[in-house]
């Protein structure tokens, strides 16, 4: 991917689209669950972000882990070709359109928190030996990378700890990654300082470009000025709507504030989406003001 060429508009909130669509995505596989049961809409919400203006498509393997998939009794071998399968159905989108701009598949690999799906993506500190966390996110990485993606995105990560796993895993993987952090004001979700999150991507050459995603949009402006610092880095944001996620009761709640994504640019941002609750006519609005 060429940095250099302006910001890159990412796309929005896959999971949102595919609800918006009519799909029940309480299960705990989340938007995973769909590679199975319903590819083709996978495919559909990701064209439409791309005619919207995104560049970058993130794929529907977030929640998608070994262990995640056995709890549903699928076997290492299906669980595999679905991963597989989440970049093939992003390429499959980008393919439907005209060839009139370069496109790229970002491959998403969610935190351990989002396998357990009791909203700990917002919490980190999970108590397990960092060993383990690598140990839970190489397999996948592996998978992802064989399906030829343009990049990985480690994303919505919420602990220092975490990361130090993550970049021990993509050592040898040959696919470069983005790594986001989730926040909460200059600190991780798990409390560390945003700094210290940062200086794990510093001397890491798999890791491309950092930053901060599923976050307050209010959060993001200062997050990449720390990050450009601290990194010398790419920098990718991409916030949630500006609704808040209860945890408990599993839904969203009070106002979107989304608005004025090109401050970002303005902060010094390279790659520019939204997560959760953005969609693709948030991205089209997105695109346009940043031209």
């Keep these: 991917m060429d940095f250099g060429t302006g910001p890159l508009v ?7 689209e595919l609800e918006a669509r009519g799909h029940d995505l309480s299960d705990d596989l989340w938007s995973a669950r769909l590679l199975t049961d319903a590819p083709d809409e996978i495919t559909a919400a990701h064209e439409a972000f791309f005619r919207a203006g995104a560049v970058i498509a993130t794929t529907a393997s977030y929640q998608a882990s070994f262990a995640g998939f056995a709890a549903r009794g699928i076997g290492r071998g299906q ?9 093939e159905l992003a390429a499959a989108a980008r393919d439907r359109l005209p060839q ?6 970002a491959a998403s690999v969610g935190p351990y928190g989002a396998m357990l799906a009791d909203g700990s993506e917002y919490r980190g500190r999970y108590g397990l030996p960092t060993a383990d966390l690598v140990g839970f996110h190489r397999p996948r990485l592996e998978v992802l990378a064989a399906a030829a993606p343009d990049l990985l995105a480690l994303e919505t990560v919420p602990d220092v700890q975490e990361g130090v796993a993550l970049a021990e895993a993509l050592d040898g993987i040959g696919v470069p990654a983005w790594l986001s952090y989730t926040v909460d004001g200059d600190r991780t979700r798990a409390g560390q300082p945003l700094a210290e999150a940062f200086e794990v991507a510093r001397d890491h050459d798999g890791i491309v470009a950092v930053g901060v995603n599923c976050c307050s949009p209010d959060d993001a402006g200062p997050a990449i000025a720390l990050a450009r610092r601290i990194t010398g880095k ?7 709507s500006g609704e808040t996620w209860d945890a408990r ?11 004025e994504p090109a401050r970002w640019v303005d902060a010094g941002a390279s790659i520019v989406g939204g997560c959760c609750r953005v969609r693709p006519a948030d991205i089209a609005a997105l695109a346009a003001a940043i031209g």
């Design 249 to 259: 009761r599993r839904q969203w709640t009070g106002p979107s504030r989304f608005g």
């Design 10 to 16: 990412l796309d929005g909130g896959l999971a949102t």
């Design 234 to 240: 790419p920098v990718v944001v991409y916030p949630n």
């Design 79 to 87: 669980a595999a070709a679905l991963m597989r399968r989440s970049v």
């Design 100 to 105: 009139d701009r370069p496109r790229w598949i």
